[in-house]
């Protein structure tokens, strides 16, 4: 008897999914379609896990298979997990070199623009922020080298004049 109380209340959820995706347009249709489907599969490995016919890791490693979908999507991120990875992978070997000998003379503003990574013609906003980004990384309180702390001050007070 419970097992027909069950199987009409899960028609009864079935007919009224299908009323309101065939109802829905376009992208909210395919967010319905997903999450349907992803519930629908959620909820039998859980009740599958509660009753003891599964165990819970498959449980688990199922609904990873079932994001999969969701996750591909996340692929385009991709060149910019990539782009830094390589800045960090670059910046860590720069750590590792020894600082450069310090140059006699003045800066030039050749010199201050190559430090910070800037091209000529780099605004207030952009010297500023190059700044901020390149001191993160070698701060002495961070473990960073005291030389090129200063190199990276002195190139922003000579742009910013």
């Not at 800045?87 to 450069?100: D, E, L, N």
Request: aromatic residues 6%; proline residues 6%.
């Amino acid at each position: 008897m419970a097992r027909l109380v069950i199987l009409i209340a899960a028609l009864a959820v079935a007919l009224l999914l299908w009323y309101n995706i065939s109802r829905s347009r376009g992208e909210q249709r395919k967010k319905m379609i997903f999450w349907t489907l992803f519930s629908i599969i959620a909820g039998t490995l859980l009740v599958l896990t509660a009753t003891g016919r599964l165990h819970w890791i498959t449980a688990v490693i199922a609904s990873a298979v079932a994001m999969i979908p969701r996750l591909l999507g996340y692929l385009k991120y991709l060149p910019l997990v990539s782009r830094l990875y390589q800045q960090t992978k670059t910046g860590k070997q720069s750590q590792q070199q020894p600082p450069p000998p310090p140059r006699s003379g003045a800066m030039t503003k050749k010199d201050a623009l190559d430090i910070l990574g800037l091209k000529p013609g780099a605004t207030r906003e952009e010297i500023l922020s190059a700044h901020k980004r390149m001191i993160q990384k070698v701060h002495p309180d961070r473990g960073g080298s005291d030389t090129l702390a200063a190199q990276i001050n002195k190139a922003k007070d000579v742009l910013l004049g």
